[in-house]
């Protein structure tokens, strides 16, 4: 099996500009895809080559100043790019057959997705990967932080000689972290721990530059949350009964796939810096043992809501303050 360290550049528009398309398109659509950046590793983690492409974006196609300051990517150089089908096709060649995904962290994967989902492309062949920092974490101290590629760098005292933001630079970054590690022990531990995850992204992350939620309702409303898309065959999911909100800002979807079975979608709320709000969400495949649990759970909440009315019967007095 091959290894590919990915790291993508994405361009974002101006808030007005990005919900115009939004609602033009139908679809959440965070940024669009700019570069794209590969390292194939092989079974011993040598390197055995590299993928860059500039891709022309199709809706956002004025290029942010912030995202050109950072990547170093010009208009001139954007306008001149490939387009996103095209450039897909030939990564996934480059790609070949037999591979898993490295990233630094668990956006780029959602990102291109999301960008191949818009021009109605299949992406089930980027489902097998792995977020190194996850695994970075593990083998080092056991943290939970996000730590950036700049840290691990560090942490493994690699020079840092070439620049960082773009994208091929960045994924041979990755790669070298990756030598660092126990990439086969890693996955291992991975599959048992998170690969049940059939998605898994940040929605209304402002420091990834999103607009984050002004509340929480706000939030729950978006479609990625109440119409969701199944993540394997992208149809719509069917709610199978209330969300579930416990403990931590916690929520929990119930949906079923007609042809790809049942799922849950969870919430975990965070604050962004500005007091906006950001969550991780993520679609797993539901068991009997979680539906059961599920249940269970919202059955509970149910009766302490009721013992809580009868304790204070002047609440109910009032109907506007009871509708939940
Ligand atoms: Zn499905």
Known sequence: MY??????????????????????????????????????????????????????????????????????????????????????????????????????????????????????????????????????????????????????????????????????????????????????????????SQGQYLESSMIGDADAGDDGYVTVSEMLEDAAVCRPLCPICKKPLISKGKPLHSKGQRYTYYYECKKDGEMFLTLKLHRNFNDTWRAKRQITHATEEQIAEYKQKLDAGTIRRRARSRRSPRRRKNPAQNAE
């Not at 996934?92 to 021009?119: Q, S, V, Y």
């Open 3 to 192: 290894y590919i360290t990915l790291d993508l550049e994405w361009n974002q528009a101006y808030a007005q500009k990005a919900l115009a398309v939004q609602r033009r398109l139908c679809a959440r659509l965070r940024g669009e895809v700019i570069q794209i950046g590969a390292v194939k590793l092989d079974k011993h983690l040598r390197v055995c080559g590299s993928y860059s492409v500039i891709v022309r974006p199709k809706h956002f196609k004025k290029i942010h100043k912030h995202v050109s300051e950072l990547t170093g990517i010009s208009q001139e150089m954007m306008d001149a790019g490939v387009p996103l089908p095209t450039a897909a096709e030939n990564f996934k060649r480059f790609c070949g057959e037999d591979f898993a995904f490295l990233t630094w962290g668990p956006d780029d994967i959602p990102m291109l997705k999301d960008n191949l989902h818009i021009h109605d492309m299949p992406s089930e062949w980027l489902d097998r990967t792995y977020d190194l920092q996850v695994i970075f974490n593990k083998q080092t101290d056991g943290g939970t932080k996000q730590r950036s590629l700049e840290y691990a760098m560090e942490y493994f005292e690699i020079p840092q000689n070439l620049p960082a933001h773009d994208a091929l630079n960045d994924a041979y970054f990755t790669a070298l972290v990756a030598q660092k590690l126990d990439v086969k022990e890693g996955i291992r531990a991975y599959d048992v």
